[in-house]
């Protein structure tokens, strides 16, 4: 008898049945089906951790997942503490619920001031003593001595008392009338003692007036002119002095 004979013939002897216990059948279907409930328990229970850790929120265990809707294009925030400080800063609410804090912003204002000055004076004169400078300023140069008056404030030259009203202050318009010193010149090399044609081809814009003196209205702004006063067509004065009748009373305005 060869080997697989001998299986067969074991395999077939009744002394080997093992008789099965009653409600065996029943056990092993309860038991298979323990095994297949607590494999699910666990199951959900790890999934259940993996979503806590993640952030997400659920409801019920084995029930229906409250997920919140997020915008992936939008960052993610971290709560911080309040802090304090000079710098405008705004805020955003874009679509899906997430606060967005903007780039602090710097305003700056510009304030324009206008200044209004008020007409400007000639620097024009004999030496420091100009046009237009207050009677304190006048003073101060030390050039002249101030002398009984009328209307505007009189003064001689210190160094030639024998000019009479030599600079002359009216109220509100200070220095309007100088009158150049014995042997004094123009800037054109006209003094006293010159003849009225040496004054005309000086200053040929000039006009000479009934009462003989040559006026020459300076150019520009300034608002001042020359009086060159003639007797037998020779200078014997020299004035510089606003073209309006200041101090009338203190000598002829012409």
């Given at each position: ?109 510009t304030v324009v001031v ?94 000479l007036t009934q009462s ?43």
């Open positions: 008898m060869n080997l697989e004979e001998e299986l067969g013939r074991l395999l077939h002897d009744d002394r080997l049945d093992v008789p099965a216990r009653p409600g065996a059948t029943e056990a092993v279907v309860a038991g298979a089906r323990r095994v297949r409930r607590r494999r699910t328990a666990v199951v959900g229970g790890v999934t259940a951790v993996a979503l806590v850790a993640s952030g997400w929120g659920v409801s019920a265990l084995g029930g229906s997942l409250s997920l919140p809707t997020v915008d992936p294009a939008l960052p993610s925030t971290t709560p911080t503490a309040p802090t304090t400080s000079a710098t405008t800063t705004t805020t955003a609410t874009p679509a899906g619920g997430a606060t967005v804090t903007l780039p602090p912003r710097t305003v700056v204002e206008t200044v209004t000055q008020g007409p400007a004076r000639p620097s024009v004169g004999y030496g420091p003593v100009k046009l237009g400078m207050s009677e304190q300023e006048l003073v101060a140069t030390g050039l002249v001595t101030p002398v009984p008056g009328g209307e505007c404030a009189a003064f001689t030259w210190t160094s030639d008392p024998g000019t009479v009203n030599a600079v002359l202050v009216a109220r509100g318009r200070g220095v309007v009338r100088i009158k150049l010193p014995t042997g004094r010149q123009t800037s054109a090399g006209i003094g006293a003692g010159a003849t009225l044609a040496q004054v005309k081809a000086a200053y040929p814009a000039g006009e003989g003196s040559y006026q020459v209205l300076m150019p520009g702004d300034a608002g001042w002119m020359y009086v060159f006063v003639v007797e037998a067509e020779r200078v014997v004065e020299i004035r510089m002095q606003r073209p309006t009748a200041d101090c009338a009373q203190q000598g002829e305005q012409r």
